[in-house]
């Protein structure tokens, strides 16, 4: 089992920026793929940016240029650097894992963490 701690949420202004990390309980290099997902009230869960354990990316249209995954493997750390925040990237942030496929897919996770709440107002 996989335990996640997400940290770094908070309010923040439009075209500001916040810093989230994720915490995991096991070497991260265990984890095929590791990422940043969100979910607003009334809408689905999404995918936001993704990692895996060779270092491949991928970031959703919507954040590409503003925002930035990266890892610390010998914490076993993975956080989002998010730039020019916009009210529309408010949303409860979770960290995910599959540690058995390379699929990001929100249906491929495995374990998840609590969430970490991030308010962009305008």
């Known amino acids: 089992q996989v335990q996640l701690a997400e940290s770094g949420g908070g309010f923040v202004q439009a075209g500001g920026s916040l810093r989230l990390s994720c915490a995991a309980s096991?070497?991260?290099?265990?984890?095929?793929?590791m990422g940043w997902y969100r979910q607003a009230p009334g809408k689905q869960r999404e995918s936001v940016a993704t990692?895996?354990?060779?270092?491949?990316?991928h970031y959703a249209d919507s954040v590409k240029g503003r925002f930035s995954i990266s890892r610390d493997i010998a914490r076993n750390t993975v956080s989002l650097q998010m730039n020019g925040l916009k009210p529309e990237d408010t949303a409860r942030y979770y960290c995910?894992?599959?540690?058995?496929?390379?699929?990001?897919?929100?249906?491929?996770?495995?374990?998840w963490g609590q969430g970490t709440q991030v308010t962009v107002s305008s």
């Open positions: 995910g894992t599959s540690t058995s496929t390379y699929s990001g897919l929100v249906s491929s996770i495995n374990y």
């Open positions: 096991n070497s991260i290099f265990s984890n095929k793929i």
């Open positions: 990692i895996t354990n060779g270092g491949l990316t």
